[in-house]
């Protein structure tokens, strides 16, 4: 059936009447561009660096972090590439960062831009490299901040990269305040980018490391559709990294809710692009607002399918 669905639907990704939705693949690394390339992504929507920093006493020299940057940045010569700023701690702990003191709710604690904010010299010698990255290539090269809250954060992270040379900053929309806010956050950055798996952690209150946990963790949760909203409708670019952007139902919903282009792991996105094709975004926004206007998780995800009869 996957390798019909490859054969059927091929190229760009668009709803069935052609609003274009660019489907692009989260990686960890130079080693996941094979399986990005082979499912049809359009280029790279969450590359998470910190895999680069794990397991060492130190973090990587300029020069090796150019050198994997540039490999990923040469893989999509006509399309983009979404480089995320290391995202340390709570869930990717790392050993020469380690949190300033004793963190009893780690996911509450110094992690992500928090962590850049205490230690600038490790953010600007990043965003330094993949400036350097990307001279002279065709790519468009954005960078986002993990775990932003305000558009104070989402100012000082333009500010950083812009001083560094590069040219489109975003941020990720993970933290709920962020997405309330979104159009205060709107006016400092180019682009958002949802990130689903922790946006439902604080929206649901459930640690995403807890796996009894599970039913809050539920992207489908219409409080977490509530939030994607305010923040798919801001007015600038807004895609979906986590998770959720994988699941060809939930997907749809996005799209309707007013996302504009989805990131997911590879194998994802075949089933993704026929489910878009089989769709038009008014089905989608049908659909989202069928999902929006449930009361739980399961009901949402019942009443969405009811409006994309052609999900594969
Ligand atoms: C997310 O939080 O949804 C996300 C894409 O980032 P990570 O899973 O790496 O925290
Ligand atoms: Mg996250």
């Known amino acids: ?53 794990l397991d060492r006493a130190t973090p990587p020299s300029g020069a090796e972090q150019e050198e994997a940057y540039r490999k990923v940045l040469e893989a999509f010569p006509a399309g983009r590439v979404v480089v995320r700023t290391l995202d340390a701690g709570a869930d990717k702990p790392l050993a020469f960062l380690p949190a300033p003191g004793e963190e009893p709710n780690p996911a509450l604690g110094e992690r992500g831009l928090r ?24 790519v468009k090269l954005q960078v986002m901040a993990p775990m932003v809250t305000d558009a104070g954060e989402a100012a000082w992270f333009a500010r950083q990269c812009r001083d560094a040379g590069v040219e489109h900053p975003g941020v990720m929309v993970e933290v709920p305040a962020a997405a309330l806010r979104a159009r205060d956050l709107a006016r400092e950055v180019e682009f958002f980018s949802i990130g689903t798996n922790d946006l439902t952690q604080y929206a649901c209150a459930a640690d995403r490391q807890l796996g009894g946990l599970a039913r809050l963790q539920d992207p489908w ?18 895609g979906v990294c986590g998770e959720a952007a994988g699941d060809p139902a939930l997907a749809c919903v996005l799209v309707g809710l007013g996302v504009t282009s989805l990131s997911m792991s590879a194998p994802s996105l075949p089933l993704v692009r026929a489910a878009l094709a089989r769709h038009t975004l008014e089905q ?29």
Do not use: W
């Open 221 to 238: 949760q219409p409080a977490v559709l509530d939030l994607v909203a305010p923040a798919a409708g801001a007015g600038v670019p807004c």
């Open 115 to 138: 962590m850049s904010l205490r230690h600038p010299d490790v953010l600007s010698a990043q965003l330094a490299a993949l400036a350097r990255a990307a001279a002279g290539l065709t």
């Open 1 to 53: 059936a996957r390798a019909s669905l490859l054969a059927e639907f091929t190229g760009p990704g668009a709803t069935a009447d052609g609003r274009a939705i660019p489907l692009l693949a989260n990686i960890g690394g130079p080693k996941d561009l094979e399986a990005a390339v082979a499912n049809g992504a359009e280029g790279v929507g969450l590359y998470r660096t910190e895999f680069l920093f």
């Open 284 to 312: 989608c926004r049908q659909a989202a607002e069928a999902a929006r206007g449930s009361r739980t998780a399961e009901q949402a995800r019942e009443e969405a399918r009811a409006h994309l009869p052609g999900l594969p």
